[in-house]
């Protein structure tokens, strides 16, 4: 799944459609959204790189982390550091999101970092039409104008809807979506810091929605932000849902799995052996909670009482008290001479029949004694 | 004869969890105390500020203190053996007092720009901490490792009338200085006022920015005399990211500093 959304962003978008629009979302119960996110992105440059993608560059918009951080995230991936500096434009928005370091003294004595010249200062996160008008400018300023695209990758949403509203933000994705020189965008969310209604609204811009979740579900005893040790097995493994989007209307829901390693994050397709896994969340005790396979057999066996078998014969009630035939193999099973209940077939036939059960064996039939007298009330 | 120098003592659990080990530069930026009204986490912080302004390295702090006055710091510290005076003489410590709050305004009207004075007033916060690191690394800098300590959020959001947003946008600017200057932040942070949904979105955007989490609260046992709380220290492998380690200890909070060990080592 993983990798038909590699080539999803790869082929770019059809003429006379919007470019495809990938959601990823995850998180704090499992935070691999962020290794998800730079695993397309390291996927992407490395096509666009050899050529092989639509897209003959790519701007990327860095709220969350420094752009040294992209640049050597590339770097380590295998991307050529010139084609890195040639195909690649980071808009810096985290730096200086909101225009503080103009504003005051600069400092003096200090090494300040070196400047790259693929990274462009973005000084108003709270200005989203300067920011679409940014992206746009340094898309086309090094592919140019006419039918050359373009690829976009916004590396936090969230951070961005802290500083202005949810049509805002889905405005900018929109118009990034619909413009004609753009090839594929995608971004990150981190779920949980925003209300549901932010997922779903992001979700009606994109065509696939890639959601990051745990392996084992959070219960009620997990449900404390803090249960660490719960959060340290989720931490290398995840559960990829993928919600695809098609162009005639269909909606496909696809999972994968996902794990974490010392290069980055892999896909697999879903093995059976995490189904066990909640099976062994029960408790460590010393008498067996479970049952066996025999043991299930078993109690599927059991007939019920004051319940219709529905075999077509009459209901049959073992009353406990009468000694087992040794034709009957089911213990569970009835004695003829006890109660029995008239199919309705007989008891339309006009034959009433009175069956009296005795109280105990003691009991002599027709006895006028009556069995409270003993109770002294 | 000069009397040689003391040995370099042993970190403790709690040095040895953050990879502080002796001296040097800690493999973190911004590390989050919390703490709750049963246990407070300010004795972390004074390990803290003592650690960085020991002799045995040439670290720098920069305390911005919201919570207690200077003296109130200077008198836990020379118990620790710590004269917090002489070293903010010899540039070493910078001490913001902020007790008054009043360093951010009150209008919160904002002006065509967007910003109000609450976000004014984090800028010139924000500025401030760059003085004082500038000042810090003008004049007999060796390379120190500068450590910020904020004691508390819990105050900055007071100060911000309530204002999770303009604390975050504060707390970004102080995330990307810590890249950029080589330092290191250390906050204290109350877990247990933010029991709100709105509150609990607070403390989700602070677990994804912070690289390491420090928890202290007590034990689930109850009080006891020797042993006065339980220490979690949270290793990620990036901000927000995957748990990477994960230190469970105890400790006792002495006049002269705190004891950390491990469950049943004391007797």
Redesign the interface.
């Known amino acids: 799944m993983a990798e038909s959304i590699s080539r999803s962003l790869r082929d770019g978008c059809l003429e006379g459609e919007h470019a495809p629009a990938l959601t990823i979302e995850d998180s704090l119960a499992c935070p691999l959204g962020s290794h998800v996110f730079d695993h397309f992105l390291a996927n992407l440059a490395s096509q666009i790189a050899d050529g092989t993608s639509q897209a003959r560059g790519l701007v990327l918009v860095a709220l969350n982390r420094s752009p040294s951080f992209y640049i050597d995230l590339l770097r380590r991936k295998g991307v050529d550091a010139s084609l890195v500096d040639k195909w690649v434009r980071i808009l810096d928005c985290y730096s200086d999101p909101l225009d503080w370091k103009d504003r005051i003294p600069p400092l003096m004595n200090v090494q300040k970092p070196s400047t790259r010249e693929n990274v462009s200062f973005f000084r108003d996160v709270r200005d989203i039409n300067k920011l679409l008008s940014s992206v746009l400018d340094l898309g086309k300023g090094f592919v140019g104008q006419g039918k050359t695209r373009f690829a976009v990758a916004v590396d936090l949403v969230s951070n961005l809807l802290r500083h202005t509203s949810l049509p805002s933000v889905a405005g900018l994705l929109n118009n990034l979506r619909s413009n004609d020189q753009i090839s594929c965008i995608f971004w990150l969310i981190h779920s949980d810091l925003h209300e549901p209604r932010v997922s779903t609204a992001l979700a009606y811009v994109s065509t696939v929605v890639a959601s990051v979740q745990p392996i084992m579900q959070l219960t009620d005893e997990h449900r404390s932000r803090r249960d660490f040790l719960w959060l340290e097995k989720n931490s290398c493994k995840a559960k990829f849902y993928v919600r695809l989007k098609r162009r005639n209307g269909r909606v496909k829901l696809l999972a994968e799995e996902l794990h974490m390693d010392q290069v980055g994050v892999k896909f697999a397709a879903v093995t059976s052996e995490n189904s066990f896994v909640n099976k062994s969340l029960l408790p460590k005790v010393q008498f067996n909670l479970q049952l066996s396979d025999q043991e299930r057999v078993d109690r599927a066996k059991v007939v019920l009482p004051y319940e219709h078998q529905g075999n077509g014969e009459a209901i049959q009630i073992y009353d406990g008290r009468r000694s087992l035939s040794d034709d009957q193999k089911d213990p569970h099973l009835v004695q003829p001479s006890t109660f029995s209940v008239m199919t309705d077939a007989q008891a339309t036939s006009g034959n009433g029949e009175i069956h009296y059960i005795r109280d105990s064996d003691d009991e002599q039939p027709d006895s006028d004694e009556d069995p409270d007298d003993d109770l002294n009330i | 004869m000069n009397p040689s120098p003391p040995p370099p003592r042993d970190p403790d659990l709690l040095e040895e969890a953050l990879g502080l080990g002796r001296g040097g530069s800690p493999p973190w930026r911004l590390a989050f105390v919390e703490d709750c009204v049963e246990t407070s986490g300010a004795f972390v912080l004074h390990h803290f500020l003592k650690r960085a302004l020991s002799t045995e390295g040439d670290g720098t702090v920069v305390f911005l203190g919201l919570a207690q006055p200077f003296s109130h710091y200077d008198r836990v510290l020379r118990k620790m053996g710590c004269n917090l005076s002489v070293q903010r003489n010899k540039n070493k410590l910078h001490f913001i007092d902020l007790l008054n709050l009043e360093f951010l305004g009150e209008r919160r009207l904002s002006n065509e720009?967007?910003?109000n004075d609450i976000?004014i007033g984090f800028?010139d916060l924000?500025?401030r901490i760059?003085r004082s690191?500038?000042a810090i690394?003008?004049k007999d800098y060796n390379g120190g490792w500068t450590t910020i300590i904020i004691d508390d959020l819990s105050h900055l959001e007071i100060a911000a009338h309530g204002s999770a947003?303009h604390v975050?946008?504060f707390l970004?600017?102080c995330r990307?200085l810590t890249?950029?200057?080589d330092c290191s932040l250390v906050i204290l942070n109350h877990e247990d006022i933010h029991s709100s949904d709105e509150a609990?979105?607070m403390?989700?955007?602070l677990?994804?920015i912070s690289d390491i989490l420090i928890?202290a609260e007590t034990l689930s046992t109850g009080i006891a005399a020797d042993v006065h709380g339980q220490m979690?220290v949270?290793i990620k492998d990036?901000p927000?990211?995957?748990?990477k380690k994960?230190h469970s200890f105890q400790f006792k909070v002495k006049e002269n500093g705190v004891e950390f060990f491990y469950p049943g080592s004391r007797f």
Do not use: C, F, V
């Not at chain 2, 927000?240 to 748990?243: A, C, E, N, R, V």
């Open positions: 720009k967007g910003e976000e800028m924000y500025n760059l690191i500038e690394r003008s947003k975050l946008d970004q600017y990307s890249s950029e200057m609990l979105q403390l989700s955007h677990d994804y928890k979690t949270i990036a927000g990211g995957l748990i994960l």
